[in-house]
C-alpha cells in the first residue's frame, strides 16, 4: 500500500475531519482513507459526458 503526505492543509479543515471521525469513533487517518477511497469510486463527469455523447452519437437526427 503507498502512502501520500497533504501539505498546507487548512486548520480548518482538520478540526472538521477530527470532528468526524470522532463521532464514527474512528481515527483521522481512518476517516480520511474512507473519504479518499469513496471519491477515488465516483465516477469523473468527464466518463458521464463521454457515455452520454456516445449514446447520442447512436441516435437517428431525424427524430
Known sequence: ??????????DTVITRLKARARTRGCSLEAEVRELL???SR???????????????AMTPDGR
Open 1 to 10: 500500500m503507498g502512502t501520500i503526505a497533504i501539505r498546507n492543509l487548512d
Open 37 to 39: 477511497t469513496r471519491a
Open 42 to 56: 465516483q465516477p469523473l463527469i468527464v466518463d458521464a459526458v463521454a457515455e452520454a455523447d456516445r449514446i447520442a
